[in-house]
């Protein structure tokens, strides 16, 4: 059923503000960081209204539910606390169904939980989700995992850093490296299996669109091929950015400390154009959070995990 009363995207993007990080508040002008999560905000409301749409991934997904099973849903969870429902499938795998909470009204709360997910079983309870997934600028919720941070600072804070001898950038023209950096996968997931969960490589095609973008380097250490890091220009939680897309280090140059200095060549190598470097990091993924924050990254927010049983 289509919700009969939504939010617009204005409205939307104010409550999303309101839950944003407050340093990142100075990193970006009010009224151009509304503008950049209306905009975010607009599929979730196309996917409120869209039955074609609906029903193309009812197609797509093919549990036998109709179109009108997947419409995003504006709820009236609690006094006071609205929020933005979504079906959704981790890694598009049917098997893995959570219901993701894309707005509030106001910043969550732990003691908002049970309503949430009281809510998100009534509306999306054919689909058996075993989770929602939730959106805070909290750095810990008790008892919950996380999912993916993001960690961001401004470019014009990054680039003073000092670096490691022999590391250096030169910007990717072609895949000619590709098959090195399946290997560099290949070798930290068979030394660490929670790797897979935490991180892949780009496909081809995405790397390449990131070639494309002249903002794809290759790691140069002690004269080699070392690793790959790339970015997109493209707003992330409302914020002008560039996104990181990939950040790799070959198995030979894993282990010296060289993770901590992608960002600052990153930040010396992209255009100066006021943005952030920003990007997410598998909230388990303790050695690349540790890189990032000292480069100068903040952890500005994430979204949690959290059972519909408890």
């Not at 609205?82 to 079906?87: H, K, L, P, V």
């Not at 961001?152 to 910007?171: D, H, K, M, T």
């Amino acid at each position: 059923m289509i919700c009969e009363h939504l939010p617009t995207a204005a409205d939307l993007a104010r409550f999303s503000l309101a839950a944003q990080h407050p340093p990142t508040l100075k990193w970006c002008s009010e009224p151009d960081r509304l503008a950049n999560l209306a905009v975010e905000h607009t599929f979730d409301l196309r996917l409120a209204t869209d039955l074609e749409l609906a029903g193309q991934r009812a197609k797509f997904i093919n549990v036998g539910l109709p179109a009108e099973a997947y419409l995003n849903r504006w709820v009236t969870v609690a006094p006071g606390l609205e929020a933005m429902f979504s079906i959704r499938f981790k890694g598009l795998d049917v098997g893995q169904p959570f219901v993701d909470i894309s707005a509030t009204s106001r910043p969550v709360v732990a003691s908002d939980f049970p309503a949430l997910i009281g809510a998100a079983v009534l509306d999306y309870g054919d689909f058996h989700p075993p989770r929602i997934r939730v959106w805070s600028a909290a750095e810990t919720f008790t008892g919950l995992k996380p999912d993916l941070r993001v960690l961001a600072a401004p470019l014009a804070e990054l680039g003073g850093g000092g670096l490691a001898p022999e590391l250096s950038l030169i910007q990717t023209t072609d895949l000619s490296h590709y098959a090195d950096a399946q290997a560099a996968y290949a070798a930290v997931d068979a030394a660490h299996p929670e790797h897979p969960g935490q991180a892949r490589l780009l496909s081809e095609e995405d790397l390449q669109d990131t070639i494309d973008a002249g903002t794809m380097f290759d790691v140069i250490w002690r004269g080699a091929w070392s690793g790959y890091v790339g970015t997109l220009p493209e707003t992330q939680v409302g914020l002008p950015a560039q996104v990181v897309r990939e950040m790799l280090l070959a198995p030979h140059a894993r282990g010296y400390g060289l993770g901590a200095y992608l960002s600052t060549l990153l930040a010396r190598y992209l255009p100066a154009d006021g943005r952030v470097l920003s990007g997410t990091i598998h909230g388990e993924n303790r050695g690349a959070q540790t890189a990032a924050r000292q480069a100068g990254r903040q952890d500005v927010g994430g979204w949690w995990w959290v059972p519909t049983v408890r």
